[in-house]
C-alpha cells in the first residue's frame, strides 16, 4: 500500500545534540515531501519541503532534509538542538499524479520529540 | 498577513447538538482542507474545496458531517447530531495551487460529552 512512515514514535536528545528523524515512503514515483511542527496547542507549521532538485533541504529554525531516492526517504535533521524544539513532528507526502488536481497531503503518524536539558 | 483563522478555539457540547466550525483560509489561497486528529487515527483529511468547489469528501465519516464553503474566504464544518466519538481537534488549512504547502489554522478543540 502507498503509504508514508515514521518509524520512531518518540525520541529523546539532550539539548545541544544532533537529531535526526526518519521518513519513509512507498511509492511508485517520488511525492512532494513535507516537514511540519507541531507545538502542544497549535497547528502545523510548515519546517521545509522538496519538490525536485537540489536534495538537501534547508528549512526553518535550522532544521534540514535530504531526499534519497534509492532509499525513499526524506530524514529531518538538526546539528544541535535546542530545548524550544520539543514538539511533534510529521512528515507528509503529496502522492505522485495525483488526479483531480489539488495537494491531498498523507502524513505520518509522528514522532513526539523531547528535549532533556 | 493574517493566517488562516479559525472559530471557535474550543468547543464542549453535549451529544445530540449541532457543532458548527469555521474556518476563514489565506487571501488568495484557491485550496482549503478540513483535517480531524485524535491519538488514535492521527492526522485526517476529510475533505478538501478547490475554488469553493468540494473535491474529494471520501475522508468525511459519516452523513452527521457535512462541509460548506459559500465562498472564497469562508468555510463551515457542521457536524449534526454530534457524538462522543467526534471529540478531536479539528484543522482548517488552505494552499495555493496545486502541492504548494498548506497552512494551517491553530484548530478547534471539540468536545462533546
Known amino acids: 500500500a502507498q503509504s508514508v512512515t515514521q518509524p520512531d514514535i518518540h525520541i529523546t536528545v539532550s539539548e545541544g545534540a544532533s537529531l535526526e528523524l526518519r521518513c519513509n515512503y512507498s511509492y511508485g514515483a517520488t511525492p512532494y515531501l513535507f516537514w511540519y511542527v507541531q507545538s502542544p496547542g497549535q497547528g502545523l507549521q510548515l519546517l521545509l519541503k522538496y519538490f525536485s532538485g537540489d536534495t538537501l533541504v534547508q528549512g526553518i529554525k535550522g532544521f534540514e532534509a535530504e531526499f534519497k531516492r534509492s532509499q525513499s526517504s526524506f530524514n529531518l535533521r538538526k546539528p544541535s538542538v535546542h530545548w524550544s524544539d520539543a514538539a511533534e513532528y510529521f512528515c507528509a507526502v503529496v502522492p505522485p499524479m495525483v488526479t483531480g488536481g489539488g495537494n491531498k497531503l498523507t502524513f505520518g503518524t509522528g514522532t513526539q520529540l523531547k528535549v532533556e536539558l | 498577513d493574517a493566517g488562516v483563522i479559525q472559530s471557535p478555539r474550543h468547543e464542549v457540547t453535549e451529544m445530540g447538538q449541532e457543532v458548527t466550525l469555521r474556518c476563514k483560509p489565506i487571501?488568495?489561497?484557491?485550496?482549503l482542507f478540513w483535517y480531524r486528529q485524535t491519538m488514535m487515527r492521527g492526522l485526517e483529511l476529510l475533505i478538501y474545496f478547490n475554488n469553493n468547489v468540494p473535491i474529494d469528501d471520501s475522508g468525511m465519516p459519516e452523513d452527521r458531517f457535512s462541509a460548506k464553503m459559500p465562498n472564497a474566504s469562508f468555510s463551515t464544518l457542521k457536524i449534526q447530531p454530534s457524538e462522543p466519538r467526534d471529540s478531536a481537534v479539528y484543522f482548517c488549512a488552505s494552499s495555493r495551487q496545486g502541492g504548494e504547502p498548506q497552512h494551517f489554522g491553530d484548530g478547534t478543540r471539540l468536545s462533546i460529552l
Open positions: 487571501s488568495g489561497h484557491d485550496y
